[in-house]
């Protein structure tokens, strides 16, 4: 889906979005059940989140919050092991993340995002008005327990 706007080698140095601080661990995506049923196969640990969907299992050696688990699809060389088309939607589209501003709907950009270059972020944003909005929408519609509380980190670029 940004595959235009972000290098495969830009993503794979980074791998931000695919790991999670012990206090940022509820941001792991919400899985579907064909995903679910891939990464049974595949043997990737998941659990139960508390809003009732599934995501993954991070594995956390400590209490500390500042604490870093990678997500369990993560190859540290290679990136995601999932297909492109096979990952979890909110992957898909990170950066960019539907969100909900008290009732409002709203979709954010994390501008910190290492990826994004000079020009980035405008690409993305203008990528996500013109070409992702609808089915950013369609997917809140269809799974509501994926659209996350307000973050302040995220720069709106829509507001419903």
């Known amino acids: 889906m940004l595959t235009g706007i972000f290098t495969p080698t830009a993503c794979a140095e980074c791998k931000l979005c695919c ?29 139960k989140r508390l809003d009732g969907t599934t995501s ?6 400590s209490n500390d919050e500042n604490e870093v688990a990678n997500c369990p699809v993560l190859n ?22 539907i969100m909900r501003d008290k009732s409002t709907l709203v979709v954010g950009i994390y501008e910190q995002c290492p990826a994004l270059a000079s020009d980035g972020f405008e690409k993305l944003k203008k990528h996500t008005l013109e070409n992702l909005l609808p089915q950013i929408l369609d997917y809140a519609r269809r799974e509501p327990n994926a659209v996350r509380e307000f973050n302040s980190a995220y720069k709106i670029i829509w507001r419903a």
């Not at 540290?76 to 993340?97: A, D, K, S, T, Y």
């Open 19 to 47: 790991n999670f601080h012990r206090s940022s661990a509820w941001e792991t995506p919400a899985l579907q059940n064909e995903q679910i049923f891939l990464l049974q196969e595949m043997c990737v640990p998941l659990e």
């Open 56 to 61: 993954f299992y991070l594995h956390f050696t």
């Open 76 to 97: 540290p060389c290679n990136g995601c092991m999932l297909p492109r088309e096979q990952r979890p939607f909110e992957c898909r589209i990170w950066p960019v993340r």
